[in-house]
């Protein structure tokens, strides 16, 4: 009876076996072939719980509620976690990127697929749309801090003709270099955003009253700071907004626009539809190198957006 118990045992283990090899097998195979499918491989704790789980079916015993729980969690956990990690890093450089396939510095193609018109440099797609390591704090939080859009799921509308326009919110730097609220510093002012900020929101709405507050939490107390008032004023009132592309191109933005249109009127060449995309001002005079050079605003380092507010007397340095 004993004897006939182990080869039943051995049979089952041999059975589960083949089974998990099978899937190994065939999720290499469809990855040879560049065909993606849904194929998880166990780990070997879910291997484990696959050989007892046959031994219990084989010998008439129950399986344990525990063992079921287990195998679940472990299924589950690795579903939820580097599976939908990719497949939602690929849904968003779809939604921003110029072509997945660009691998060079600047892209040149005559024939860009794009959603947006983002550049994304290649050396940042392995860690987009996060900051890289070696910059990232340790309270950094994707779910709130990152590239991602405006669904309760986090997942590009299926209900739309291009799911790939689904709305965006992201991560918004402002740069100030000549604003000094404070005299005695030198470091040029940039802050950002504390979260990521509405494609679908203006200009105005991110940098009204900045200027007055971070100069007047400096001026507290100060009577004698008449430079740092001056340029509070200069910025929050003149100030002059501006985007610079990949290539270096420079283009006033009014502080009515959109950021979505501002990204879309950055975009070289000109889709050959552009009649609703708004013409930039480049403050660049001399004429472009290629006409067919891809060009557009980047996702700095691979995560952010930038824009920047000078005082107009300052745009002759440019």
């Known amino acids: 009876m004993m004897r006939a118990q182990q080869l039943t045992r051995g049979m089952s283990q041999l059975r589960a076996a083949f089974l998990i090899t099978r899937d190994i097998s065939l999720y290499f195979s469809l990855r040879a072939q560049q065909i993606t499918l849904s194929v998880t491989i166990p780990s070997p704790a879910t291997v484990l719980i696959l050989i007892q789980n046959e ?144 494609e679908n929101d203006t200009v105005a709405s991110i940098i009204e009253g900045l200027f007055f507050s971070v100069g007047g939490f400096y001026g507290r107390g100060k009577y004698d700071n008449r430079e740092g008032i001056q340029s509070t004023v200069e910025h929050e009132k003149h100030g002059v907004v501006l985007v610079i592309t990949s290539r270096g191109r420079i283009f006033e933005i009014p502080r009515k626009m959109r950021i979505k249109d501002i990204v879309a009127g950055a975009q070289w060449p000109r889709p050959q539809s552009a009649t609703e995309i708004p013409v930039l001002e480049d403050l660049r005079k001399e004429p472009r190198e290629r006409g067919d050079n891809i060009d557009g605003i980047e996702m700095a380092m691979g995560w952010f957006m930038e824009i920047y507010v000078i005082p107009k007397e300052n745009l002759g340095e440019l």
């Open 55 to 198: 031994q219990h079916r084989e010998l008439g015993t129950g399986i344990s509620g525990e063992h079921t729980q287990l195998k679940e969690d472990i299924e589950r956990g690795a579903n939820t976690s580097e599976v939908s990690e990719r497949r939602r890093k690929d849904e968003l450089m779809r939604a921003v990127d110029v072509r997945l396939t660009s691998c060079t510095t600047y892209p040149i193609t005559t024939n860009p697929s794009q959603a947006r018109g983002f550049i994304l440099r290649h050396p940042y797609r392995e860690t987009f749309p996060l900051p890289p390591p070696n910059i990232r704090k340790p309270d950094f939080d994707p779910e709130q801090m990152a590239l991602q859009f405006n669904t309760h799921d986090g997942r590009p509308s299926p209900r739309l003709p291009d799911p790939n326009l689904t709305p965006i919110s992201i991560p918004m730097y402002i740069r100030a270099p000549y604003f000094k609220p404070d005299p005695t510093s030198t470091t040029p002012f940039s802050t950002r955003e504390e979260n990521p900020v509405s």
